[in-house]
């Protein structure tokens, strides 16, 4: 059974830094697309951060672009996600979630712009917080 857990979400000041971890298990870590999303309240799952299986491309919406970082660990199987120059507006729910599907085509692209609508293995979610 896959399984995804995420940490190291928190409180921190407006402009400041923080990462996260995701350990997924259950799968081959290499082969799998793999990203982040977040959720506010009154708001749709978007994602932020998204990895192809092989590691190579990534996707990150404009919100985001330039100020986080998808990264990750094969020997830990932990994907990470660094985030720096935190607004108010990152304040979200965040997520882990890796694609069931072995070595798909453009997944950083797919799962973070369609992955609410795919069958992804989630995590429960680490809470992040913004405040000034």
């Known amino acids: 059974q896959v399984q995804v857990v995420e940490s190291g979400g928190g409180e921190v000041q407006v402009g400041g830094s923080l990462r996260l971890s995701c350990l997924i298990s259950g799968l081959t870590f290499a082969e799998h697309a793999m990203g982040w999303f977040r959720q506010a309240p009154g708001k749709e799952r978007e994602g932020v951060g998204c990895?192809?299986?092989?590691?190579?491309?990534?996707y990150y919406p404009d919100s985001v672009k330039g100020r986080f970082t998808i990264s990750r660990d094969s020997a830990k199987k932990t994907m990470y996600l660094q985030m720096n120059s935190l607004k108010p507006e990152d304040t979200a729910m965040y997520y882990c979630?890796?694609?069931?599907?072995?070595?798909?085509?453009?997944?950083?692209?797919?799962?973070?712009?369609?992955?609410?609508?795919?069958?992804?293995?989630w995590g429960q979610g680490t809470q992040v917080t913004v405040s000034s």
């Open positions: 990895i192809t299986w092989s590691g190579e491309m990534f």
């Open positions: 979630a890796a694609d069931p599907v072995t070595r798909r085509y453009f997944g950083h692209q797919r799962l973070c712009i369609s992955g609410t609508k795919l069958d992804l293995n």
